[in-house]
């Protein structure tokens, strides 16, 4: 089987284990530029590693993943790391910001991993900053920010390199509805606003709902929705 | 008396169970934490126990020392005496044979008991028979391996024992006791003696230098102080997961000090599991230490026995430690219910009451500067007092100082940037990091000032003359030493043997009740070899001088006068020797004194070969000064060998430029053992807690790899964050060492000078720790930043 036309990032086939657990027996996944994919299911279905093999940060055991036409087993360790860097964005549900740094150099710091100055890299995180309407945060540390608006700062940070595709886990699982509700609200309109695809694992139906599509993982094969329904 | 609380009121009492069942739980909390509440449970212990077994350790040294020195002097065997002990069926003839071998001291005895009640020496249960030796375990080793392989030819005789752990001093220590036969008539009152009893016949307590009791005390102070310091880092690993711990039980109801108490009964539970850890590495390392051997001190494991009130003391003295630090790390966190932590907008380190210690401790070492040696002990409260208090100091004020100074530092790359940023976070664990290091180092610093300021009063120039000769061999009386002369130049490595064999010269014979009135040096030795003690205007075989100019001789003027006659010093037991006399010929040339290759100006007679009568030829003893090619490995052990085939009693001993008291180098020699131990403790307690805050991070070193971080810059941004507190606390540690090493001086009357070569090294010593645990910290770094942090089920 082949990737599907068109699509940027594709799946087949994805195998993996951790010991004698199975978290991935089969799985396949594609999505298009621009489009919002909610992987959903419930705890331990492998979601969350569909997603890290996606983006390449765990090797699958077998199954090929191709993004944008290149086998990302292809690619060594520094290569996938560049590509990382410089063409995917992460959220996670911890948004996982480095406490010592404050948010707008939090925001920044891809850009600066990337080679960009500091100057450059603090004023391009301004402007995603005061998209997401916290660019009031700028000089505070994560430890002194809420748990919704250091979401939304995550969420800055990942779209700051204008990344082609955003992973986010679970981004609003340590959230209360109402914060979730505006974090995923900002996410998804800074994503389409920047023709960025979205590949969303949450085993929440109302965030799903902010998705093109849901793809459903259990016992860690994936099913289209759309093919169940 | 009733037991236990039940004497005191209801309410008080309930508040007490309150109390303990706060700590109870803090301690239950500490083991019921899953694998994660495991692993920092077992990190504290094993830091705690480090310093607990370095604790125990230094319990069980007044102990061990003196088993070792009593050890010691129940196997002495004094042959110095005037007079000779008659023969008896109690008596021993022992010769002291000591040698040296790969710069080891190889202690040796032959022995000869002349009857059934000779005294048995410590660790023998009976004599070996000539040609025979009982050995120690170590020099049995040693002779069976390949690496013994000289001294076996040194050594030949059969071994067909060892010497018991009582007859020794370390577990390590070679020495032997080989049997002989003969011994009586070189009886010399100091290598060779007669005795009936081991032990020290006339004990004596010597007054201690008030000066070395002083470096006593500051090595004492200056290697417990950085443990005392690592195991108050050690209690406090863990802090930021046991907060949001707390935090969680906040929101359950606890009040702030019961979360409090709660976190010090986890310390408890924590400190206690290290004394555990602590009793049994000090245990493995006691019976460890009896197969180790530093700076040549060994040890047996019984001598390792902790002073019981000392024991209990670190017994006591750790869990409280670790209650009151947790205590007082926790003044600035403030725990709320909400499931958050947050600590307390940090206030602002006050630098006046850090400055208050080294100042106090100036203070306490003030009254005794201009002391010296000569004016009665210096006030040991008052010199350990002011010394920790310095050096506590160094702990105090650099927190203050790596916060000023961080929060001055600007972004730079983002490895940078993260660590500065880390660092201006929280400095004091950064701080806490390197505090134990910076201990060391100014401790060390001071000490190495107050070593070399005094040194000069320890040793001594030894006068020899290093570019004449390298190595000495005296050779006994009645051993032919032309022959031997000849065998020492034909041994690999030796250049040149210059031989001078040397008697006593009296106006009245030895044996009488007072011996002679005047007496004077003969010395014999052929032209080439007499040029080396006096300057001769011509020189034959035949030839006889009289020797002028010397230091301390006042009687060769009056003895030479020709047809005088003058009577040779023949035995030891002079009633025993034969009767020798020497005239003065008619024949004397002039000489003048210069000194000998071992420095020393000798006066009396110089004799070439064919001037000597053959009755004198036989009785004199006799000195080889060796010329060696020090390229030749092992050059000593093939003259030492050649030495002990001439005579086992010719004694070979190496040259050095100076000579250091023993007590003075035993003590630099305590201290550099201890700083080993100290420095490997402090190495492994930095990369436990390195490991430690790693550990807590795993998840967002994990995140940030996974959005691209370079690992490079990862690890980068780690030996930043090491290297600049650091470079900070080796700067402080430098200045307070200074200026501890120039008030200690000054408490010793000695000129305040600084060594910027021992500075450096030392500075460079904890340096290297640090960058060494740096590097050990990379493997476990690059694992934590798998991508398998990010897992959450």
Known sequence: MTAPPGSLLAAENLRKAYGPTTALDGAEFSIHPGEIVAVMGPSGSGKSTLLHCLAGIVPPDSGSITYDGRELSAMNDAQRSALRRSEFGFVFQFGQLVPELTCVENVALPLRLNGTSRKEAERAALAWMERLEVDDLRGKRPGEVSGGQGQRVAVARALVTGPRVLFADEPTGALDSLNGERVMELLTEAARSANAAVVLVTHEARVAAYSDREIVVRDGKSRDMERIV | ?793
């Not at chain 2, 009121?9 to 083991?31: V, Y």
């Not at chain 2, 947790?326 to 219910?337: C, D, H, N, Q, S």
């Not at chain 2, 002079?574 to 020393?600: M, N």
């Open chain 2, 1 to 793: 008396m009733r037991a236990g609380w039940g004497h005191l009121p209801a309410r008080a009492q309930s508040r007490a169970w309150g109390r303990a069942r706060d700590l109870g739980l803090g301690a239950k909390f500490a083991f019921t934490g899953g694998r994660e509440g495991w692993i920092r449970v077992l990190l504290t212990a094993v830091g705690v126990g480090l310093g607990v077994a370095l604790l125990l350790l230094t319990t069980a040294l007044p102990s061990a020392l003196a088993v070792r020195h009593h050890r010691d002097q129940a196997r002495l065997d004094y042959t110095y005496d005037q007079h000779p002990r008659p023969k008896g069926d109690d008596t021993l003839l022992i010769a002291d044979i000591d040698t040296t071998y790969q710069d080891k001291d190889v202690r040796g005895r032959l022995v000869e008991p002349e009857g059934p009640r000779a005294p048995i020496a410590p660790g023998l249960t009976e004599y070996p028979a000539p040609g025979e030796m009982v050995v120690s375990p170590a020099l049995k080793k040693l002779l069976d391996s390949g690496s013994g392989k000289l001294l076996r030819e040194r050594l030949p005789y059969k071994v067909v024992g060892t010497i018991g752990e009582t007859g020794l001093i370390g577990s390590q220590e070679l020495a032997y006791y080989a049997g002989a036969k003969g011994l009586a008539p070189r009886m010399n009152g100091w290598q060779v003696g007669r005795i009936n009893a081991f032990g020290d016949p006339h004990p004596s307590t010597e007054r201690a230098d008030p000066v070395l009791i002083l470096l006593v005390l500051v090595v004492f102070v200056v290697l417990l102080m950085p443990v005392a310091v690592f195991i108050a880092a050690a209690v406090r690993f863990g802090g930021e997961r046991r907060d949001r711990r707390l935090a969680a039980l906040r929101l359950v109801g606890s009040d702030s000090r019961m979360t409090r108490r709660i976190a010090a009964g986890e310390a408890l539970a924590g400190s206690l599991l290290g004394l555990v850890f602590g009793t049994g590495f000090f245990l493995l390392g006691r019976e460890l230490a009896g197969s180790v051997e530093i700076l040549g001190i060994s040890v047996f494991p019984s001598y390792l026995n902790p002073t019981p009130a000392l024991a209990a003391l670190v017994a006591l003295a750790v869990p409280a430690a670790a209650v009151l630090v947790t205590l007082f790390a926790l003044r600035g966190v403030v725990i709320e219910p909400l499931g958050v932590v947050r600590t307390a907008k940090p206030a602002r380190r006050r630098l006046w009451w850090r400055l208050l210690l080294p100042l106090g401790g100036l203070a306490m070492l003030y009254p005794m500067i201009g002391q010296g040696r000569t004016n009665g002990n210096f006030n040991q409260y008052l010199v350990i007092g002011g010394v920790m208090l310095l050096l506590v100091g160094v702990t105090a004020l650099l927190p203050w100082i790596v916060e000023t100074v961080v929060a001055r530092l600007g972004a730079g790359s983002v490895a940078w940037q993260l660590a500065v940023r880390r660092l201006q976070l929280s400095s004091g664990t950064a701080a806490r990091m390197v505090n134990g290091i910076a201990v060391a180092v100014a401790g060390a610093i001071a000490l190495q000032m107050l070593f070399a300021g005094v040194q000069g009063d320890y040793t001594k120039q030894s006068g020899n003359d290093l570019t004449r000769a390298q190595m000495q061999v005296d050779v006994p009386r009645g051993v032919a030493l032309a022959p031997a002369a000849g065998k020492f130049a034909a041994t690999k490595g030796v250049r040149k043997a210059t031989a001078l064999a040397s008697a006593d010269l009296g106006d009245e014979p030895w044996n009488t009740e007072n011996g002679p009135a005047a007496s004077a040096q003969m010395t014999i030795g052929d032209c080439a070899a007499l040029r080396q003690v006096a300057s001769l205007s011509s020189c034959r075989d035949g030839d006889i001088f009289v020797v002028s100019g010397a230091d301390y001789d006042t009687d060769t003027v009056k003895l030479a006068k020709p047809g005088r006659r003058l009577y040779v010093s023949t035995s030891y037991d002079a009633g025993k020797g034969p009767q020798i006399t020497w005239t003065v010929p008619r024949a004397l040339k002039p000489a003048r004194s210069v000194k000998d290759p071992a420095g020393a100006m000798r006066g009396g007679f110089l004799l070439t070969p064919a001037a000597v009568p053959s009755r004198i030829a036989g009785v004199v003893s006799g000195t080889v000064y060796l010329s060696l090619d020090e390229s030749v490995p092992n050059v000593h052990e093939y003259v030492r060998n050649t030495a002990a085939a001439v005579d086992p009693m010719a004694n070979a001993s190496l040259w050095a430029s100076t000579e250091q008291s023993k007590k003075f180098t035993s003590i630099r020699t305590g201290l550099y053992v201890g700083a080993t131990c100290v420095l490997a403790l402090i190495g492994a307690s930095l990369l436990v807690s390195q490991l430690e805050q790693l550990r807590e991070r795993r998840k967002l070193l994990s995140s940030l790899v996974a959005f691209g971080t370079r690992r490079r810059t990862l690890g980068l941004s780690v030996l930043w964050q090491t290297a600049i507190p650091i470079a900070l606390g080796l700067l402080l540690a430098s200045g307070v060492g200074l200026a501890l090493g120039a008030v200690l001086l000054k408490m010793t009357d000695t000129t305040v000078a600084v060594d910027w070569v021992s500075v450096m090294t030392m500075a460079g010593i904890g340096a290297g720790v640090v960058l060494t645990v740096t590097l050990l910290s990379l493997p476990p770094l690059m694992r934590l930043m798998r991508p398998e942090g990010l897992r959450t089920e």
